[in-house]
T-cell receptor, first 111, second 112 residues
Framework: DSGVVQSPRHIIKEKGGRSVLTCIPI?????VVWYQQTLGKELKFLIQ???????DKGFLPSRFSVQQFDDYHSEMNMSALELEDSAMYFC??????????FGEGTRLSVL | QQQVRQSPQSLTVWEGETAILNCSYE??????FPWYQQFPGEGPALLIS?????DKKEDGRFTIFFNKREKKLSLHIADSQPGDSATYFC???????????FGSGTRLLVSP
């Protein structure tokens, strides 16, 4: 399968804990974007990297950081988790001027 | 501010009817408009897209109608099926850009 791969698919953490979400984009896609979605509602834009450089930041909490590596995969480091961080986190990748293609998402549950 | 607006928030149609989902935008620089379909528990999937040089794009039962002057577009789903029940997102991007702006989605329910 050559789609966007996210891991883990589901993770449960305690309030105040830490977590790392990983995104492997489609081969050759250097544009990687993260979104948060709660209860199947709107896609909240978190952050975008292009060619390993942060291009735009949206609603990414300061407790979270995102990095894109040489092979274009991306990791979201989440710390001091709060109950309201419980959501689906989607990663999408694309080439310039193309529609982003989404992964299956990671479901984060903070208890 | 909401650069891409969708209406209605939710829509129910009977099986076999045509569902019409609306989208409007503010930024005149937007020239590419993809639509996504999302089923519960899954990631949004690219369904169909249109460039602003066209006023219509068809793919099977799915058709986008685009009005550049009014900055509006709509997705028509002909002969709607229960399997079409999903949330549909309209999105937009500008030339040379790598950022896609999403609307807040329309939840479609097709009743048998």
């Amino acid at each position: 399968d050559s789609g966007v791969v996210q891991s883990p698919r589901h993770i449960i953490k305690e309030k105040g804990g830490r977590s790392v979400l990983t995104c492997i984009p489609i081969s050759g896609h250097s544009n990687v974007v993260w979104y948060q979605q709660t209860l199947g509602k709107e896609l909240k834009f978190l952050i975008q990297h292009y060619e390993k450089v942060e291009r735009d930041k949206g609603f990414l909490p300061s407790r979270f950081s995102v990095q894109q590596f040489d092979d274009y995969h991306s990791e979201m480091n989440m710390s001091a988790l709060e109950l309201e961080d419980s959501a689906m986190y989607f990663c999408a990748s694309s080439l310039t001027n193309q529609a982003p293609l989404f992964g299956e998402g990671t479901r984060l549950s903070v208890l | 501010q909401q650069q891409v607006r969708q209406s209605p928030q939710s829509l129910t149609v009977w099986e076999g009817e045509t569902a019409i989902l609306n989208c409007s935008y503010e930024n005149s620089a937007f020239d590419y408009f993809p639509w996504y379909q999302q089923f519960p528990g899954e990631g949004p999937a690219l369904l169909i897209s249109i460039l602003s040089v066209s006023d219509k794009k068809e793919d099977g039962r799915f058709t986008i109608f685009f009005n550049k002057r009014e900055k509006k577009l709509s997705l028509h789903i002909a002969d709607s099926q229960p399997g079409d029940s999903a949330t549909y997102f309209c999105a937009a991007s500008a030339p040379g850009g790598y950022k896609v702006v999403f609307g807040s989605g329309t939840r479609l329910l097709v009743s048998p």
